[in-house]
């Protein structure tokens, strides 16, 4: 099957960035290497192209009413404001996870995962107890992404639009003009634990944005930073990752997600599933680990006491903490930070801690 | 990329550089580069017997881990300690310090086995596509 390509795909040859295929996209895993990108983000800022994303738009005066139906958190927020949460089965299990949007109160945007863009818009449209009040469309191809991510995001960000970014607070967002591109969406979000946006731009844009922001950036050493680190930087912020630490076989109460489930919410779908299991208590738990000497990766077996317990679902060198560090299920008794297990790398077995999350949070 | 001329290579990308029957290899640029930034090298102990082709060891970088094969056979004599602290001098000096191990030879005649500077240019090209 032919790769799609996001309109910076230019910028990204140009720069000699190795390109891999992700979830059907030709996009680059790396630029100058992952070490180095993971670093400029966290000491200063970034540059990703995530184009690849998915988003939907849901309109119509009861379209917060649909997507409350269709997600675990309350959607209780106002223009402008956004909101984390994830969609669910009815036996509970994870059809995505997602940011909302609220641009206004007939009009929603929901970025959802790239792999998961075709089966979220047909789950959403069947599940759309409103069809009358709320039409979902998909806009996938009507939205190109970049995040700028990093304690710099702001000054680089701000020379390029009138909209003052210190009025736009984490998880809100407002619409501007970026780099004489008109229509975008500027989010104060993302997915690397640093403060930071995501800048929603319709695709023709692309060719003004992405060298604009580079300029942007040169005073503070911005760099364009590939899927690699944006893999290591969600996972040191202990923010899970679809397909791996989260799936249709796992809850949000098993993934320490339980503070997006609003339990007290009139009805959604997973609802009784996710109620039964909070009394019941899970049986297992999203567990951090920290992992001597050698590095776990997913599938690798949990060990404790010589008995496997569980599997890693994410697991990397952590580039800025230089431990190996790793997400796994463990038994919920074993989830305990402190706990000593370990971890079978290929045959050898290495000890490893359960720690407090996150292992990265920033100190700004 | 150049490619050495005074080296001997492996088609599983490792070169040698044989010195008085004594073997000192590494993995080659094109694989560092394939591999990206390394975090991690994973060698045999000092005094082990090596076959040639046996899985000897691994390397992994960030994202990917690698198996690493005895390019020829013999005792290991020494290993690159630094490496453990600065496993990044793989990429860095891929064909000097970034070395792996020093294999003492037991069999010269393997040698002529080993892919020469072209042909193994040639493997790498293939490989890179």
Known sequence: ????????FPFHVEAGARLIDFGGWE???????IVEEHRA????????DVSHMGEVRVRGPRALDAVRHLVTNDVDIVDGQAQYTVMCRPDGGIVDDLIVYRI?????????????RDKDFAWMAEHNPFPEGATFTDEGDAWAQVAIQGRNAVPTLQKLTDLDLSTVAFYHHAPATVAG?????VARTGYTGEDGFEVFLPPDGAAAIWPAILEAGAPFDIRPVGLGARDTLRLEARMVLYGNDIDDTTTPLEAGLGWVVKLAKPDFIGKDALVRQRAEGVKRRLACLVVERRIPRPGHPILHEGEVVGRVTSGTRSPWLEKNIALGYVPRPLARPGTRLAVDVRGRVADAVVVKPPFYKRDY | MSVPTDLRYTDTHEWVRIEDGVATCGITAHAQEQLGDVVYVDLPEVGATLALGEEMGEIESVKAVSSLYAPLSGEVVEVNEALEDAPETVNKDPYGAGWLLRIRLS?????DKLLDAAAYEAHAAADAH
């Not at chain 1, 206004?104 to 998961?116: E, W």
């Open chain 2, 107 to 111: 069999d010269a005649s393997e040698v």
């Open chain 1, 27 to 33: 996009m680059p895993v790396q630029y100058a290497g």
């Open chain 1, 104 to 116: 206004a109160a007939d009009d929603v945007l929901i970025c959802v995962n790239a792999a998961n």
């Open chain 1, 1 to 8: 099957m032919e790769l799609r390509r996001t309109p910076f």
């Open chain 1, 41 to 48: 983000v966290r000491r200063s800022v970034g540059l990703f």
């Open chain 1, 181 to 185: 591109v008109e229509g975008c969406i």
